[in-house]
């Protein structure tokens, strides 16, 4: 194996953002790093709390400097073209956030700079690296399934987050910005079997009434290219005390030969505090009930970041030194996932079936 020491830039300093680069600064091969944001309080903030090298408001900027041979991307959804295009013109490997884009024509653009510059991307669909569904992966490999036929995946949370994201940005709803993963998941387990068809309903109440177009609860039935039929199910609108910190999720997948349950609601660790729990993603928002490990992203503990986004971020770093196999997703099935998305929102919409691939 060849070694190489690392340059990376994080471009956005938001909470994804934060994480990574510290992530990033404790990891052995990294020896330079810089932060931009837009906000230039934010991104000094983040430079001084992970002990980086530079600082800017100016994204282009700091993934041009020659000391940084590797990006990551974590704006909002709807500015990641930009900067992931600078970065592979540049020649510089990236890791972005997802969904790759929030539209069609921005993954588009993504996908064409991708080809003409023959560089590398990985969209961070961090799900992957639970630990949990990285052991249903290998079960899926050694096909103790046989052929699967069909499989349900549901996820929920409270409206406390969703509020949150929404302010961030009214497009990433609850399908957009959550469901997308287990699209990802998914389609991982039975690899090469893509969406074909989608039926999807939904139910407006709660955030409809606070003036976004999002809904309370979706569920969706894709079928795949072989005939199986997946459900797919995300409510974002749980009550705001609602003790998850983060995605309550359930993974089922029935095959001919097996079938397999993955039960990650995380009732199996509750905690009580009469002095409130922070949630990790919703500034000043406390409960008293908390379900522990369910915070999407991981946890801090002793000292460290523990979790899917964690075990990703090193995977991506040990990648790019020691050209070691990832399983990051790539950025052709995040494409898939995203038009699989913007499928079952336009099922909603139309109440209508839609096939795959969409007509743009």
């Known amino acids: 194996m060849q070694r190489k020491e690392l340059g990376i830039a994080v471009v956005g300093a938001g909470r994804i953002g934060t994480l990574r680069a510290r992530l990033a600064a404790k990891h052995p091969s990294v020896n330079f790093l810089a932060i931009s944001d837009r906000d230039p309080a934010r991104a000094r903030s983040l430079a001084e709390q992970a002990g980086a090298d530079l600082h800017s408001r100016d994204n282009i900027e700091i993934i041009s400097r020659p000391e940084v041979n590797a990006v990551i991307v974590s704006t909002p959804e709807g500015e990641h073209a930009a900067a992931v295009c600078k970065a592979l013109e540049l020649g510089k490997p990236v890791l972005v956030e997802k969904p790759i884009a929030l539209t069609l024509a921005d993954a588009d653009q993504i996908l064409a700079t991708l080809r003409q510059t023959g560089g590398s991307l990985r969209v961070g669909y961090s799900r992957r690296f639970k630990e949990c569904f990285l052991r249903a992966k290998e079960q899926m490999v050694q096909g103790r399934l046989g052929r699967v036929v069909g499989g349900t995946a549901r996820v929920y949370n409270s409206r406390a987050q969703a509020f949150s994201i929404l302010k961030r940005d009214p497009h990433a709803t609850p399908v957009m910005d959550v469901l997308t993963y287990y699209v990802d998941l998914m389609c991982w387990f039975l690899e090469g079997n893509p969406p074909v068809e989608v039926v999807a309903r939904g139910q407006t109440g709660i955030f409809k009434e606070a003036g976004y177009s999002a809904h309370d609860v979706t569920w969706a039935i894709v079928t795949l290219a072989d005939g199986a039929v997946i459900n797919l199910g995300v409510s974002y609108a749980l009550p ?34 009469e002095k409130g729990i922070p949630h990790a ?3 000043d928002h406390h409960v008293n009930m908390a379900f522990l490990g369910s915070n999407t992203a991981g946890d801090w503990a002793v000292g460290d970041f523990w979790g899917p986004l964690g075990n990703e971020t090193r995977a991506w ?11 990051h997703t790539t950025p052709e099935q995040a494409r898939i996932n995203l038009e699989t998305t913007v499928a079952i929102e336009r099922a909603v919409a139309t109440g209508k079936s839609v096939r795959l691939p969409l007509e743009t």
């Not at 998850?244 to 609601?265: K, W, Y």
């Open 317 to 327: 770093l040990d990648h790019l030194v020691t050209g070691s196999p990832t399983v």
């Open 240 to 273: 705001t005390r609602y003790p998850t910190l983060g995605q309550s999720d359930r993974v089922e997948l029935l095959g001919s030969e097996g079938t397999m349950i993955i039960d990650d609601d995380h009732m199996d660790h509750l905690l009580f505090s």
């Open 281 to 283: 993603y919703v500034p």
